[in-house]
């Protein structure tokens, strides 16, 4: 009876997690499928089409999509941890007048929903001259709180006796950043990094909006043009192309699921 | 936590106040300065596709929108003409249709981004017109071009007496349907309004669907729908463009014959393919689709061993045949720096040698060329197959589709819906979309 | 001396501390705060992108009240927020709870399977969506057939539309929630429930009084997030109905992105992106208040 009852509970949570993951299921076993057998009522394909990847590689701008959407993806990320580490440092450890202030006005901007500001984003970055170009994509994605906030989070708890050795070594307040506590932070950079890489992997509306040129073009925005770009795709070619954009985030997500849980957790507490 | 979220309040409350600031100093100043770029924004696409003229070639930026053959076609015109004179540059970019003609064609031009040459669809046209981004081609027709187009093609463009764009091809619209299935079921090729709902009805089947029509809102989807309209005499503007003639027994009963084919389910709400495609019947999912010429060459390239073949659009009791002559036009950028440069390249393209323009109306695609000349040159082509329907019994009834702003087309289409989805039937759609059509002229017209 | 001193170091410390803070504090500026007051700004004015500005005053405004397409889409948005926020929460709280409870090695492993999702982007689960959801084609429909029931339209009903895009934007959103929920459990300290058991508190009601209230800080978060992301869902949308069928998924910011970047009309979405932000921010400072004061 006991041995039932342990039982239960890890049954229940597979038989939920397959519910999880059956449309992942369907889209992978739906990229296999040939172009008439691709809504098939079947778990596996009569026929491995493999050919469906090539011919979504070589038909698609999906090769110049995925270079584009790495380059804007890391670049943002790249920027946005040294900045956003900077002023979470200067929250946290330095004392100056108008802290509480400048950090909930930081704070504050978590309650601005992009899609709300898009269309006067949009105006000011073309004002700027930002508009169809990689800064257009990169420049405006950079700042936000959260990373901020998580790098305040994290120094507070810094070890102080750190700091005091590094003004023994005349080390200035900003040396003393960006010589040992930046170095420092791993802990916290890797799970943020994995966060931001995804959040920008997955933009697809900034892009939309502030370019114009098809050799700009973002990976989302491929995919969203693949199936409805009004030009007919067959959904098994489709589902190839999703298969392949989705491929850097999963293997992500298998190789940091760790940190990835890390940095979630962190976004949830205190 | 609690915390966190108290100061982000306090910091949302000072924004607000810092805000009211910001605005109550703010719009003197910056209203000069975003004119200015504004203002500035408008030419400097012309600034910057002219360096320096000396003696180097003027760079011109030219986008259209097409489907891979069409893309070869442009390219090689392209090359062709960046070839033989030393002059001009061109520099081709496409973009596909769903992006083309919502967002990327009006953010370009709003980023300053804007092309010399594009092509522009009827929605687009009364906007970009007046914004003074269609320059005034009547000058630059070559020697007896002018007498060679159809009149009614010329006057889809002008605008106060000025051709705003060169029409180049004439896309007709017509009922293709699945010979075989057709015979199976023992049904003949519709020739009238409760015909063709007779027979989409028979050969509805499983997964086969009657009759494919466009189910989404945006220009193609009134594009199919006019020609019931018209058939009946009814129009949606008044004969002079300025009011709403939407509500009337015409628009009510094209309405409800409409949207009675995707509630009783003869018609799929949701298509696994562009409605344009003709890849619905190729691929046997359907018995009869309503398309254009564009699709003749698919069907015989593609789904050869489809017996596909195409009828005149059914007309109702008492009705007159009538269809839709769609196709895009091309213009240039009024404010483009070298508006003659790029005029020349337009009518290079097809005002002039009736070759390329034959080519492109037949080899690349089918579609009726707007000049005379050109259909002579092609006679045996437009004979051929399924053209030959077009050509003899089709062609006459042709209308050419109306350029109505997008926010009447918008209303228009929301009229279509109510009426599928059965939120009204045809005579309430049409009264209630009355005003809202004055209101968007109005709006329009601004 | 020493004051001098100290006083120098103070003002080096405040001055590096902006140094520091300085790229933020701009990037914010220009990124976020300038736009909020740009867009007050143009609303105030007739523009079509393409040609000079003109002034029109409170026009757009006033065009706004009226303006019947919008409130409508404005009542489909606070519709999807009152739908998929309870939801939400609900589910990826339950599933916590579920996870909590398994021990030893299954527990990885679903909570793996519970994540997965997470890493599938908005697109991809827009073009997942409309593959299973086909009317005519699609899996669930063949699924629902078998099981005797009727198939069902999904994307193409102006009743079932918005909740089928609610249901795929869910699936995507739950493991992150779960696992933020999950680990806040974590901490809850064993003897709490150890001390409860001997009161005779065990299963729903331990839950009801202990863990419930222990997760109130991560369930304020959770629910604040979430309503106010439950604004921006625009990608799926675009993707999968791009407003239909009918306008029945025409929400809020569709609407606005449909008037600005379609129509041309900055100046009047401009108007309905500050309208908006005001609804928002309202809310969220409602929402603030009720939760804080509730302690």
Not at chain 3, 52 to 76: C, H, I
Not at chain 3, 144 to 160: H, I, K
Not at chain 3, 219 to 242: C, P
């Given at each position: 009876m006991l041995a039932v009852k342990r039982l239960t509970l890890p049954t229940v949570g597979i038989l939920l997690g397959?519910?999880?993951?059956?449309p992942i299921y369907t889209m992978?076993?739906?990229?296999?499928?040939?172009?008439?057998?691709?809504?098939?009522?079947?778990?596996?394909?009569?026929?491995?089409?493999?050919?469906?990847?090539?011919?979504?590689?070589?038909?698609s701008h999906l090769p110049r999509a995925i270079v584009n959407s790495l380059f804007v993806s890391t670049v943002v990320t790249v920027v946005a941890m040294i900045f956003h580490a900077m002023s979470g440092y200067a929250l946290a450890r330095l004392r100056f007048p108008g802290r509480s202030l400048v950090f909930a006005w930081m704070l504050s901007t978590l309650m601005v929903p992009f899609s709300i500001i898009m269309l006067p984003l949009y105006l000011i970055t073309k004002d700027l001259g930002l508009a169809n170009s990689y800064l257009g994509l990169i420049v405006p994605s950079i700042f936000n709180a959260y990373g901020i906030f998580l790098f305040r989070q994290f120094y507070r708890d810094f070890p102080r006796e750190l700091e005091e050795a590094a003004y023994i070594e005349g080390l200035s307040l900003a040396g003393t950043f960006f010589k040992i506590a930046f170095p420092l932070s791993v802990p916290?950079?890797?799970?943020?990094?994995?966060?931001?890489?995804l959040a920008n992997w997955n933009s697809y509306l900034w892009p939309l909006i502030i370019t114009q040129n098809e050799k700009l073009r973002v990976v989302q925005q491929e995919l969203a043009h693949l199936v409805g770009g009004g030009y007919f795709t067959p959904w098994n070619i489709v589902l190839a192309a999703a298969v392949i954009a989705a491929m850097p985030t999963f293997i992500l997500f298998f190789i940091a699921q760790r940190y990835l849980v890390e940095g979630i957790k962190m976004t949830g507490i205190k | 936590m609690n915390k966190l979220l108290k100061s982000a309040g306090v910091g949302a409350a000072a924004m607000l106040l810092g805000l009211t600031a910001a605005c109550g100093s703010g719009p003197n100043k910056s209203d000069q300065s975003a004119s200015a770029a504004s203002s500035g924004s408008a030419g400097s696409a012309a600034q910057a596709s002219a360096p320096a003229n000396g003696g180097k070639k003027i760079k011109l930026k030219f986008y259209d929108f097409h489907t891979?053959?069409?893309?070869?076609?442009?390219?090689?015109?392209?090359?062709?003409?960046?070839?033989?004179?030393?002059?001009?540059?061109?520099?081709?970019?496409?973009?596909?249709?769903?992006?083309?003609?919502?967002?990327?064609?009006?953010?370009?031009f709003a980023s300053g981004e804007g092309p010399d040459i594009y092509m522009i669809s009827p929605g687009d046209f009364m906007k970009f017109a007046k914004s003074g981004l269609m320059a005034d081609l009547s000058p630059y027709f070559p020697e007896g071009?002018?007498?060679?187009?159809?009149?009614?093609?010329?006057?889809?463009?002008?605008?106060?007496?000025?051709?705003?764009?060169?029409p180049f091809e004439l896309e007709l619209l017509g009922l293709y349907y699945n010979e075989d299935m057709l015979k199976e079921a023992n049904v003949a090729v519709p020739k009238t309004w409760d015909e063709l709902y007779a027979a989409a009805k028979t050969l509805t089947k499983g997964k086969v669907a009657g009759l494919v029509l466009p189910p989404d809102k945006g220009p193609y989807f009134n594009f199919i729908w006019y020609p019931f309209l018209w058939q009946q005499g009814g129009s949606v503007l008044s004969e002079d463009g300025t009011k709403s003639a939407f509500n009337s027994p015409e628009t009510a009963k094209a309405l409800d014959f409409w949207g009675r084919f995707f509630r009783e389910g003869l018609s799929p709400k949701k298509l696994q393919a562009g409605p344009w495609e003709i890849d619905h019947l190729g691929k046997k999912e359907a018995a009869m689709q309503i398309v254009g010429t564009w699709a003749i060459n698919r069907a015989e390239e593609v789904f050869k061993d489809v017996p596909i073949n195409v009828a005149p659009l059914p007309i109702p009791e008492g009705g007159q045949a009538a269809t839709d002559a769609g196709g895009w036009k091309f213009a240039v950028n009024g404010k483009s720096a070298n508006v003659e440069e790029a005029a020349k390249f337009v009518m290079w393209a097809f005002a002039g040698d009736p070759q390329r323009a034959l080519k492109w109306c037949t080899e690349v695609k089918f579609a009726y060329s707007p000049r005379q000349s050109v259909v002579e040159a092609g006679k045996d082509i437009y004979s051929k197959g399924m053209r030959k329907v077009f050509t003899d019994e089709i062609y006459n009834s042709a209308i050419p589709e109306p350029r109505y702003p997008s926010e009447v087309l918008d209303v228009v289409g929301d009229a279509m819906q109510q009426v599928m989805y059965g939120k009204y039937d045809g005579a309430k759609a049409a009264a209630a979309a009355d005003p809202l059509i004055n209101d968007a002229l109005q709006k329009a017209s601004k | 001396m020493t004051s001098r001193k100290t006083g120098s170091r103070a003002r080096s410390e405040w001055l590096t501390a902006y140094g520091l803070l300085l790229p933020n504090m701009i990037g914010l500026l220009v990124f976020v705060f300038l736009p909020i007051a740009y867009a007050f700004y143009v609303s105030l004015f007739d523009w079509n992108a393409l040609t000079p500005k003109s002034f029109a005053g409170w026009a757009n405004y006033?065009?706004?009240?009226?303006?019947?397409?919008?409130?409508?889409?404005?009542?489909?948005?606070?519709?999807?927020?009152?739908?998929?926020?309870?939801?939400?929460?609900?589910?990826?709280?339950?599933s916590a709870l579920l996870l909590h409870a398994i021990r030893g090695r299954a527990s990885g492993i679903v909570r793996t399977m519970f994540l997965m999702p997470f890493a599938i982007t908005s697109i991809i689960s827009a073009i997942i969506g409309m593959f299973m959801l086909d009317p005519r084609f699609g899996i669930v429909n063949a699924l629902l057939e078998r099981l005797g029931g009727g198939a069902q339209p999904f994307l193409a009903s102006t009743s079932q539309a918005l909740f089928s895009i609610i249901g795929v934007i869910l699936w995507i959103n739950i493991g992150y929630n779960m696992i933020i929920?999950?680990?806040?459990?974590?901490?809850?300290?064993?003897?709490?429930?150890?001390?409860?058991?001997?009161?005779?508190?065990?299963?729903?009601?331990?839950?009801?009084?202990?863990?419930?209230?222990?997760?109130?800080?991560?369930?304020?978060?959770?629910?604040?997030?979430?309503?106010?992301?439950?604004?921006?869902?625009?990608?799926?949308?675009?993707?999968?109905?791009?407003?239909?069928?009918?306008n029945s998924t025409e929400v809020s910011v569709l609407y606005i992105f449909k008037q600005a970047f379609e129509l041309l009309n900055m100046g009047y979405a401009s108007a309905l992106s500050f309208v908006l932000f005001l609804i928002i921010f309202v809310l969220s400072l409602f929402q603030l208040r009720l939760l804080s004061s509730k302690k």
């Amino acid at each position: 009876m006991l041995a039932v009852k342990r039982l239960t509970l890890p049954t229940v949570g597979i038989l939920l997690g397959l519910l999880m993951l059956f449309p992942i299921y369907t889209m992978a076993i739906g990229s296999l499928r040939s172009e008439t057998h691709v809504f098939d009522f079947r778990l596996l394909p009569s026929e491995w089409e493999w050919s469906n990847f090539t011919t979504a590689w070589t038909q698609s701008h999906l090769p110049r999509a995925i270079v584009n959407s790495l380059f804007v993806s890391t670049v943002v990320t790249v920027v946005a941890m040294i900045f956003h580490a900077m002023s979470g440092y200067a929250l946290a450890r330095l004392r100056f007048p108008g802290r509480s202030l400048v950090f909930a006005w930081m704070l504050s901007t978590l309650m601005v929903p992009f899609s709300i500001i898009m269309l006067p984003l949009y105006l000011i970055t073309k004002d700027l001259g930002l508009a169809n170009s990689y800064l257009g994509l990169i420049v405006p994605s950079i700042f936000n709180a959260y990373g901020i906030f998580l790098f305040r989070q994290f120094y507070r708890d810094f070890p102080r006796e750190l700091e005091e050795a590094a003004y023994i070594e005349g080390l200035s307040l900003a040396g003393t950043f960006f010589k040992i506590a930046f170095p420092l932070s791993v802990p916290i950079i890797v799970p943020l990094t994995i966060g931001f890489f995804l959040a920008n992997w997955n933009s697809y509306l900034w892009p939309l909006i502030i370019t114009q040129n098809e050799k700009l073009r973002v990976v989302q925005q491929e995919l969203a043009h693949l199936v409805g770009g009004g030009y007919f795709t067959p959904w098994n070619i489709v589902l190839a192309a999703a298969v392949i954009a989705a491929m850097p985030t999963f293997i992500l997500f298998f190789i940091a699921q760790r940190y990835l849980v890390e940095g979630i957790k962190m976004t949830g507490i205190k | 936590m609690n915390k966190l979220l108290k100061s982000a309040g306090v910091g949302a409350a000072a924004m607000l106040l810092g805000l009211t600031a910001a605005c109550g100093s703010g719009p003197n100043k910056s209203d000069q300065s975003a004119s200015a770029a504004s203002s500035g924004s408008a030419g400097s696409a012309a600034q910057a596709s002219a360096p320096a003229n000396g003696g180097k070639k003027i760079k011109l930026k030219f986008y259209d929108f097409h489907t891979e053959a069409e893309e070869k076609f442009f390219k090689s015109l392209v090359d062709e003409y960046n070839r033989t004179q030393d002059r001009v540059e061109i520099e081709y970019s496409t973009f596909n249709q769903g992006d083309y003609t919502t967002t990327k064609l009006p953010t370009a031009f709003a980023s300053g981004e804007g092309p010399d040459i594009y092509m522009i669809s009827p929605g687009d046209f009364m906007k970009f017109a007046k914004s003074g981004l269609m320059a005034d081609l009547s000058p630059y027709f070559p020697e007896g071009a002018k007498e060679d187009f159809l009149p009614a093609s010329l006057d889809a463009v002008t605008v106060d007496n000025k051709i705003m764009a060169l029409p180049f091809e004439l896309e007709l619209l017509g009922l293709y349907y699945n010979e075989d299935m057709l015979k199976e079921a023992n049904v003949a090729v519709p020739k009238t309004w409760d015909e063709l709902y007779a027979a989409a009805k028979t050969l509805t089947k499983g997964k086969v669907a009657g009759l494919v029509l466009p189910p989404d809102k945006g220009p193609y989807f009134n594009f199919i729908w006019y020609p019931f309209l018209w058939q009946q005499g009814g129009s949606v503007l008044s004969e002079d463009g300025t009011k709403s003639a939407f509500n009337s027994p015409e628009t009510a009963k094209a309405l409800d014959f409409w949207g009675r084919f995707f509630r009783e389910g003869l018609s799929p709400k949701k298509l696994q393919a562009g409605p344009w495609e003709i890849d619905h019947l190729g691929k046997k999912e359907a018995a009869m689709q309503i398309v254009g010429t564009w699709a003749i060459n698919r069907a015989e390239e593609v789904f050869k061993d489809v017996p596909i073949n195409v009828a005149p659009l059914p007309i109702p009791e008492g009705g007159q045949a009538a269809t839709d002559a769609g196709g895009w036009k091309f213009a240039v950028n009024g404010k483009s720096a070298n508006v003659e440069e790029a005029a020349k390249f337009v009518m290079w393209a097809f005002a002039g040698d009736p070759q390329r323009a034959l080519k492109w109306c037949t080899e690349v695609k089918f579609a009726y060329s707007p000049r005379q000349s050109v259909v002579e040159a092609g006679k045996d082509i437009y004979s051929k197959g399924m053209r030959k329907v077009f050509t003899d019994e089709i062609y006459n009834s042709a209308i050419p589709e109306p350029r109505y702003p997008s926010e009447v087309l918008d209303v228009v289409g929301d009229a279509m819906q109510q009426v599928m989805y059965g939120k009204y039937d045809g005579a309430k759609a049409a009264a209630a979309a009355d005003p809202l059509i004055n209101d968007a002229l109005q709006k329009a017209s601004k | 001396m020493t004051s001098r001193k100290t006083g120098s170091r103070a003002r080096s410390e405040w001055l590096t501390a902006y140094g520091l803070l300085l790229p933020n504090m701009i990037g914010l500026l220009v990124f976020v705060f300038l736009p909020i007051a740009y867009a007050f700004y143009v609303s105030l004015f007739d523009w079509n992108a393409l040609t000079p500005k003109s002034f029109a005053g409170w026009a757009n405004y006033r065009e706004l009240f009226g303006d019947a397409q919008w409130w409508q889409s404005v009542r489909r948005t606070l519709l999807f927020s009152v739908v998929y926020v309870p939801l939400l929460f609900m589910l990826s709280l339950l599933s916590a709870l579920l996870l909590h409870a398994i021990r030893g090695r299954a527990s990885g492993i679903v909570r793996t399977m519970f994540l997965m999702p997470f890493a599938i982007t908005s697109i991809i689960s827009a073009i997942i969506g409309m593959f299973m959801l086909d009317p005519r084609f699609g899996i669930v429909n063949a699924l629902l057939e078998r099981l005797g029931g009727g198939a069902q339209p999904f994307l193409a009903s102006t009743s079932q539309a918005l909740f089928s895009i609610i249901g795929v934007i869910l699936w995507i959103n739950i493991g992150y929630n779960m696992i933020i929920f999950l680990s806040a459990m974590k901490e809850i300290p064993a003897d709490y429930y150890e001390a409860a058991a001997i009161d005779g508190a065990r299963g729903f009601r331990a839950f009801w009084h202990i863990t419930l209230p222990l997760l109130k800080e991560t369930s304020t978060f959770i629910l604040i997030v979430t309503t106010i992301g439950s604004f921006q869902s625009l990608d799926q949308i675009l993707v999968m109905t791009q407003g239909g069928p009918m306008n029945s998924t025409e929400v809020s910011v569709l609407y606005i992105f449909k008037q600005a970047f379609e129509l041309l009309n900055m100046g009047y979405a401009s108007a309905l992106s500050f309208v908006l932000f005001l609804i928002i921010f309202v809310l969220s400072l409602f929402q603030l208040r009720l939760l804080s004061s509730k302690k």
